[in-house]
């Protein structure tokens, strides 16, 4: 069996968020951009850039989950990133390539991969009071553990600017 590698698609917010769960990606001339809130899994695709997508450029919408789900856990996202590459690639975006939520557990790819990425530490090791992006530092889910043990310091310094919450939020994901 073959398993896709999705491609590098980029998370509003990093992380791709919830409710609802959004990333975007540019290949060629092309941006690709897909959603999932109220259990509807969208991608769209178009040449006019990342902003507005129109009905005509739907290439897919499958209500792969319940009616007011807007979530997705980090091995949920992986199998459904990558799905989405290989329609993107195949130009195949057939419903029968992608699974219920109900059913996603089951697949090969429902596992830790390269998306999402989630914010573990900071660069900056809390050396001042205001944080900018750069600040943060995110790796792969598939990533975070081995992050972790060889970086503690960086990994600590972010519980002093909220990060507790946010480590409570990516700790769930992890596990979904």
């Not at 991969?113 to 900018?132: A, D, F, I, Q």
Request: aromatic fraction near 14%.
């Amino acid at each position: 069996m073959r398993f896709p590698t999705p491609f590098p698609f980029v998370g509003t917010p990093p992380d791709g968020g919830a409710c609802p769960v959004q990333y975007e990606l540019k290949i060629e001339e092309t941006w690709w951009f897909d959603h999932y809130r109220w259990g509807s899994l969208c991608v769209y695709g178009n040449t006019g850039g990342p902003v507005e997508f129109t009905v005509a450029e739907t290439k897919l919408q499958l209500q792969i989950g319940g009616q007011y789900d807007g979530f997705m856990g980090a091995r949920e996202t992986n199998v459904y990133l990558s799905f989405i590459s290989e329609s993107i690639a195949s130009g195949d975006f057939s419903p029968e390539h992608y699974p219920p939520k109900t059913e996603v557990a089951k697949h090969p790819l429902y596992m830790l991969g390269p998306l999402p990425v989630y914010w573990v530490g900071m660069r900056c090791c809390n050396r001042h009071k205001t944080h900018s992006e750069e600040c943060r530092i995110y790796v792969p889910a598939q990533d975070i553990n081995a992050w972790i043990k060889d970086n503690p310091l960086e990994h600590e310094a972010p519980k002093e600017s909220g990060f507790k919450k946010a480590w409570k939020w990516v700790c769930a994901r992890l596990e979904e």
